[in-house]
């Protein structure tokens, strides 16, 4: 039995990656590293 929140998803089929902090889009290293530096920014 499958379980859909915990499949993976192929890396190809992956357009942007959902958080709390927005949508983040590739270069995922540069958009991401900047939603951590707003995060702790924010603390």
Not at 5 to 12: G, V
Not at 14 to 21: F, G, L, N, S
């Amino acid at each position: 039995m499958a379980n859909p929140a915990f499949d993976r998803t192929p890396h190809h089929l992956v357009d942007a990656i959902v958080t709390e902090m927005g949508v983040h889009r590739p270069p995922y290293e540069r958009s991401l590293a900047e939603a951590l530096r707003e995060a702790a920014a924010a603390e």
